[in-house]
């Protein structure tokens, strides 16, 4: 499955940003799908998880924030990012597994390139 990711940027403090996750002539309806993101120097984290009926999680740091959704029909799923801080700059990534969702970067099989997001103070 590939997938590619959109939306990134810079944005102030305080912003919003959406990024969004395509895989082009795939459907990804039965996979559960996860946002990612890698600061410098840093492991990578999960922000955001969902499975293809809506069941879900939250890194703590991101909740009531950050809203992961999903459009099965059109295999695209977006993270919507508001009162952006600047610790949530990093490359995001989207990856996808089947199965249940999980919070964890292994388990995951496929991976988009990253998309930068940048947050200025």
């Known amino acids: 499955v590939q997938l590619v990711e959109s939306g990134g940027g810079l944005v102030q403090a305080g912003g919003s940003l959406r990024v969004s996750c395509a895989a082009p002539?795939?459907?990804?309806?039965?996979?559960?799908m996860g946002w990612f993101r890698q600061a410098p120097g840093k492991e990578r984290e999960l922000v955001a998880t969902m499975d293809w009926i809506g069941n879900g999680d939250y890194a703590d740091s991101v909740k009531g924030r950050f809203t992961i959704s999903r459009n099965n029909a059109q295999n695209i799923v977006y993270l919507q990012m508001n009162s952006l801080k600047p610790e949530d700059t990093a490359v995001y990534f989207c990856?996808?597994?089947?199965?249940?969702?999980?919070?964890?970067?292994?388990?995951?099989?496929?991976w988009g390139q990253g998309t930068q997001v940048t947050v200025s103070s």
């Open positions: 002539g795939r459907t990804f309806s039965r996979y559960s």
């Open positions: 990856a996808a597994k089947e199965g249940p969702y999980s919070a964890l970067p292994r388990f995951y099989d496929f």
